[in-house]
């Protein structure tokens, strides 16, 4: 079990960070549009609803980069490393060592660079403009990535039906929140359609497109009646897959 | 272990050198272009943002049919506007709006990562993105907003509004007393990123 797949409910941590900057260093923008250009380019964008051009687009970028890809590896840090680095800083490191691993970049190169921007600052990066790139960033941030598809079957549940959340085996990328699992709730809404993540969550669950679900779950049922707040309700959208019909024993089946 | 708690002292000189080395390497290799990241910066400046957000909040505060059809079907309500184009763009692709009122306030939250309306809202301040809140929201949303300086009294139900799959929340906050005699123009300049995820109250204007 990963504790970033669990983070709602756990205790003790202290106050909240209050900070409303979106970015606290100006290097993090740069962090950020480089992820974001690497969204706007990523193969996988073959797919998307919008007819992006990836394949003709000039870059040597030939992979698949998204949500999923800078989420699992958030998700497999060291639990103590999560909490110790600022947001944009994890961002770097998993960026980073994609590049690494992709074969993009080398090590040495990162940390050669590195050592000559730390001596000269202030020194321009290269100069090579990509229009082509640029506008199919405009358009990719204009015109976005849906997962929004044709329904494969009709949904299981219907709204005002009780649920149970499923506890899947763990896994490196989930969509559940943990402090859901085996915990009861409501169907609140049914979405339209179905939704595809971006990629097969393996024994997770989540594979191809599937009905969401808003749900509704009263405090209590998920923290007990102690350790919950009064007059508190909690919605989630679940994929189909997290969900299952409750205990037919106990006779509440609505 | 004791290491794992030690920063590098020279930490943000490193992040920014090493963020400069891959943006530099990453144009060396033609992997994007040195016109790239401008571009989604460029976007965030211009295109998306809370000022989309705020339009549309006082626009809800002075159209109640508008408000309704927003809590209905948000992204068709918001097409209805004069706001900038690509609203259902990146991260706001299935957005859904949730209101504030006398008896109920909303809390949104991400607790598996970070995910935000970003054509209303632009990008993710730090509170959000923070595990402390993350961890906390889902469980005592009332401790939390008084830490936010947002007391909630005990008849009002708190609905947490935790985003993992499509949908992108944002909260209609309430109308601020006082507030009567401003311009629609002058309503939405009342509203912050903070009141639209649900951890500030829009604040009533100076009095006349």
Redo the contacts between chains.
């Keep these: 079990m990963k504790l970033?797949?669990a983070?709602?409910?756990?205790?003790n941590?202290?106050?909240?960070?209050?900070?409303?900057?979106?970015f606290?260093?100006?290097?993090e923008?740069?962090?950020?549009?480089?992820h974001?250009?690497?969204?706007a380019?990523s193969t996988h964008l073959n797919g998307a609803l919008p007819a992006y051009p990836v394949d003709s687009l000039?870059?040597?970028?030939k992979t698949t980069w998204t949500?999923a890809s800078l989420?699992t590896g958030?998700e497999a840090m060291?639990p103590?490393?999560?909490?110790?680095y600022?947001?944009y800083?994890k961002w770097?490191m998993g960026?980073?060592q994609f590049?690494v691993d992709q074969g993009?970049?080398t090590a040495q190169?990162?940390s050669e660079?590195?050592?000559?921007?730390?001596a000269s600052?202030g020194e321009a990066?290269?100069?090579?403009?990509?229009?082509a790139?640029?506008a199919q960033?405009?358009d990719?941030?204009?015109?976005?990535?849906?997962?929004?598809r044709a329904r494969l079957a009709a949904p299981i549940f219907q709204v005002g039906q009780a649920v149970t959340v499923a506890d899947p085996p763990a896994a490196d990328h989930?969509?559940?929140?943990g402090?859901l699992r085996n915990k009861r709730g409501r169907i609140d809404a049914v979405?339209p359609g179905a939704?595809e993540y971006f990629v097969s969550t393996g024994p997770d669950g989540l594979e191809g497109p599937m009905p969401?679900y808003?749900v509704v779950f009263d405090?209590p049922e998920?923290?007990g009646a102690s350790?919950?707040?009064?007059?508190?309700?909690?919605?989630?959208?679940?994929?189909e897959v997290y969900l299952q019909p409750p205990d037919l024993s106990d006779g509440t089946l609505s | 272990m004791s290491e794992?708690?030690k920063?590098d002292p020279?930490r943000?000189?490193?992040?920014?050198?090493?963020?400069?080395?891959?943006?530099?390497?990453?144009?060396?290799?033609?992997?994007?272009?040195?016109?790239?990241?401008?571009?989604?910066?460029d976007?965030f400046e211009t295109?998306?943002g809370p000022f989309n957000g705020a339009k549309i909040v006082a626009r809800a505060w002075v159209d109640s049919a508008f408000k309704q059809r927003l809590l209905e079907d948000t992204p068709s309500a918001i097409a209805e506007l004069h706001v900038a184009?690509?609203m259902?763009?990146?991260?706001?692709?299935?957005m859904a709006a949730v209101a504030n009122g006398p008896g109920v306030h909303n809390l949104v939250i991400c607790?598996?990562?970070?995910c935000y309306p970003w054509p209303v809202l632009?990008?993710?301040?730090?509170?959000y993105?923070?595990?402390?809140?993350?961890?906390?929201?889902?469980?005592?949303?009332?401790?939390?907003l008084q830490?936010?300086g947002v007391p909630i009294a005990?008849?009002?139900?708190?609905?947490?509004?935790?985003?993992?799959?499509?949908?992108r929340w944002f909260v209609i906050p309430e109308r601020p007393p006082g507030s009567s005699h401003l311009t629609e123009a002058q309503l939405a300049a009342l509203v912050?990123?903070?009141a639209m995820m649900g951890?500030a109250l829009v604040a009533s204007p100076p009095p006349l």
């Excluded at chain 1, 983070?7 to 205790?11: P, T």
């Excluded at chain 2, 607790?111 to 970070?114: A, G, I």
């Excluded at chain 2, 993105?129 to 939390?144: H, I, L, Q």
């Design positions: 970033q797949h983070l709602g409910g756990l205790e941590l202290g106050p909240v960070n209050t900070d409303v900057r979106v606290v260093e100006e290097w923008k740069r962090i950020f549009g480089i974001t250009v690497m969204m380019e000039p870059t040597t970028f949500w989420r958030a060291q103590f490393d999560y909490f110790k600022r947001y800083e770097l960026i980073g590049f993009y970049i190169e990162l660079k590195t050592g000559h921007f730390l600052p990066l290269p100069v090579g403009p990509n229009p790139l640029r960033v405009v990719y941030l204009l015109r976005g990535d849906s997962g929004l989930t969509r559940l929140p402090y979405y939704f969401v808003r405090a998920i923290w350790m919950s707040e009064p007059r508190t309700t909690i919605y989630a959208d679940l994929f | 794992r708690f920063y020279h943000e000189s490193v992040n920014a050198a090493k963020v400069r080395a891959l943006e530099a390497l990453l144009i060396q290799k033609g992997v994007i272009g040195s016109d790239s990241v401008e571009a989604v910066l976007h295109v998306a184009q690509g259902d763009g990146a991260e706001g692709e299935h607790t598996l990562c970070s632009g990008l993710p301040p730090y509170w993105k923070d595990p402390v809140f993350r961890a906390r929201g889902v469980r005592e949303p009332r401790a939390v830490e936010f005990a008849g009002v139900e708190v609905k947490v509004w935790d985003s993992s799959a499509q949908i912050t990123p903070e951890v």
